[in-house]
């Protein structure tokens, strides 16, 4: 770990709008729903994140222990497969890197799990280094439950297919394996800056 960190990817505010924007990418004002399933509405009582899978020991938070962490608040540009891409969007949510703390692990990637069956994967890096957050707001608001509130991953850097709505855990793997869209054709990794939306991509 640095003591100085020149941030991921510098500071997108700095850039010049459309050097913001990925290639075959067109940005939208409103905040499209996509969701493969119906929303769930899970009780905050018996509500539960977990981390598991190869740890030494599974974490698990409840509802009101994961509001207890320190959160923060981020700004960041955010990129649909479908070709939306939303600027400056504002979330409150826990770093993944809150998480992980204490966390003993060998594994490299990660099976985001959420209500309603829906999975992701990435590489654990992806997770790390101020890159990803557990957010249960937006703008201001508590995240409404279409776009996956009570809590959704937010991996902005990501296609937001990676972004796990009503996300209730991470399953640490030592080998890379398929979620749900990854399973229909979509890109193990990606990254929208080199276009990864399809295998072979
Ligand atoms: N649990 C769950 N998370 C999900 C999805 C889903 O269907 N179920 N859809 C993904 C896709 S394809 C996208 S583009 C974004 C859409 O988030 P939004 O509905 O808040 O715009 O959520 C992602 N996370
Ligand atoms: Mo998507």
């Not at 960190?5 to 067109?26: E, I, N």
């Not at 955010?78 to 703390?101: N, P, Q």
Request: aromatic share 14%; glycine share 10%; with cysteine.
């Amino acid at each position: 770990m640095s003591f100085v960190s020149r941030g991921f990817k510098g500071r997108s505010r700095d850039k010049p709008r459309d050097a913001r924007v990925p290639p075959g990418q067109y940005v939208v004002h409103d905040f499209p729903v996509l969701s493969a399933g119906p929303t769930p509405q899970p009780s905050l009582d018996t509500w539960t994140f977990s981390i598991e899978g190869e740890v030494d020991e599974t974490k698990r938070w409840t509802w009101a222990e994961m509001r207890a962490l320190p959160s923060e608040t981020v700004t960041r540009d955010i990129h649909c497969v479908t070709k939306w891409s939303k600027l400056d969007t504002t979330w409150e949510g826990v770093s993944v890197d809150t998480l992980l703390a204490g966390v003993e692990t060998a594994a490299d990637y990660v099976m985001a799990f959420c209500d309603g069956g829906y999975t992701t994967n990435l590489p654990l890096e992806d997770l790390t280094g101020g890159k990803a957050w557990i957010a249960f707001a937006f703008d201001g608001e508590p995240l409404e439950s279409q776009h996956g509130g009570p809590a959704r991953l937010l991996v902005p850097h990501l296609y937001f297919w990676k972004s796990a709505k009503w996300v209730r855990g991470l399953r640490l793997m030592n080998e890379d394996s398929p979620g749900f869209w990854e399973t229909y054709g979509y890109h193990m990794y990606g990254d929208p800056w080199l276009e990864q939306r399809y295998s072979g991509d």
